[in-house]
């Protein structure tokens, strides 16, 4: 019984540490990969500037676009090939289904 007991802490001591805060780095909070920042106490915003005369303008940053390389026509074929390979699924499976020995019979 103090074995199971032992057992039982020990997993919800376990199961309580998985709710705890993981503790945040306080090294890597720059907002610019240290890869590309070569000097960490020069920070540059993206989409931010600052002109002549010491106003900041602001712009907004497009995000990428994807861009589809299939045609209709590719597209339609593949939906084709996967409806085909569907009904063939459905066949084999439909007679092989209706081919089984009656249960009973044993």
Not at 3 to 8: E, K, N, Q, S
Not at 63 to 76: A, G, Q, R
Request: glycine share 8%; charged share 20%.
């Amino acid at each position: 019984m103090a074995r199971l007991t032992i057992v039982a802490t020990v997993a919800l001591v376990g199961a309580a540490n998985a709710f705890t805060g993981v503790p945040q780095n306080t090294l890597s909070s720059s907002r610019v990969s240290p890869i590309f920042n070569e000097d960490p106490s020069k920070f540059v915003e993206r989409g931010v500037s600052m002109d002549q005369d010491g106003k900041s303008n602001v712009w907004a940053i497009e995000p990428k676009m994807e861009i589809e390389n299939k045609s209709s026509e590719e597209k339609t074929g593949g939906a084709l090939i996967a409806v085909g390979g569907f009904a063939a699924f459905a066949a084999i499976a439909a007679g092989v289904l209706t081919n089984l020995p009656d249960p009973d019979q044993f």
